[in-house]
Antibody, heavy 126, light 106 residues
Framework: HLQLQESGPGLVKPSETLSLTCNVS??????????WGWIRQPPGKGLEWIAS???????FFNPSLKSRVTISVDTSKNQFSLKLSSVTAADTAVYYC??????????????????WGQGTLVTVSS | IQLTQSPSSLSASVGDRVTITCRAS??????LAWYQQKPGKAPKLLIY???TLQSGVPSRFSGSGSGTDFTLTISSLQPEDFATYYC?????????FGGGTKVEIK
């Protein structure tokens, strides 16, 4: 039974770097069938995909955040991480880590989130 | 690619048939998923590839559509179905979500 668990500070000061880690248990992060990613949700608002990473290190980013985002995977620890630099109050959100299933489909692969972490609230405030 | 969901909220009774629509700003073939989110919880995958039911999801949920227009239908609303529903396009990066549809008790 796959489980994803986010960890990291719940409070970050403006202009600093938000750092989160997702620990994956019950499955291998090195599987070629999945990407791993981060999605966030500001309080009372909708969902925003941030970035995804393959176990090999291949990455995809949301262009709106790309200049501030680093995503990486540590296969030895079966975990992946997110860093978001120069944070502001607008980055206050629940951050979810997720597994993205990759299926062969029509013209290119279908990639969708099939497992989510429980989410962790990160507040940006001085 | 922008996704517009309608309505943004609706009130319905147990046993009602509920339909939520999701319109994409450009064609995305069948590259669409639907999620259900309850307050304080992570979203849960319901449907992918526009119409494929995720394992373990009740058959009262169904999805249809292709191109730019999609629907999520709940054939007979149950008490546990009161939640917010999101569509997500899987065709092009960045992956984007619709604004959500909140289904409330009438």
């Amino acid at each position: 039974h796959l489980q994803l668990q986010e960890s990291g500070p719940g409070l970050v000061k403006p202009s600093e770097t938000l750092s989160l880690t997702c620990n994956v248990s019950g499955g291998s992060i090195s599987s070629s069938a999945y990407y791993w990613g981060w999605i966030r949700q500001p309080p009372g608002k909708g969902l925003e995909w941030i970035a995804s990473v393959f176990y090999s290190g291949r990455t995809f980013f949301n262009p709106s955040l790309k200049s501030r985002v680093t995503i990486s995977v540590d296969t030895s620890k079966n975990q992946f991480s997110l860093k978001l630099s120069s944070v502001t109050a607008a980055d206050t959100a629940v951050y979810y880590c997720a597994r993205l299933n990759v299926l062969t489909f029509l013209e290119w692969p279908l990639v969708f989130v099939d497992y989510w972490g429980q989410g962790t609230l990160v507040t940006v405030s001085s | 690619i922008q996704l517009t969901q309608s309505p943004s909220s609706l009130s319905a009774s147990v046993g009602d048939r509920v339909t939520i629509t999701c319109r994409a700003s450009q064609g995305i073939s069948s590259y669409l998923a639907w999620y259900q989110q309850k307050p304080g919880k992570a979203p849960k995958l319901l449907i992918y590839a526009a119409s494929t039911l995720q394992s373990g999801v009740p058959s009262r949920f169904s999805g249809s559509g292709s191109g730019t227009d999609f629907t999520l239908t709940i054939s007979s609303l149950q008490p546990e179905d009161f939640a917010t529903y999101y569509c997500q396009q899987l065709n092009t990066y960045p992956l984007t979500f619709g604004g959500g549809t909140k289904v409330e008790i009438k």
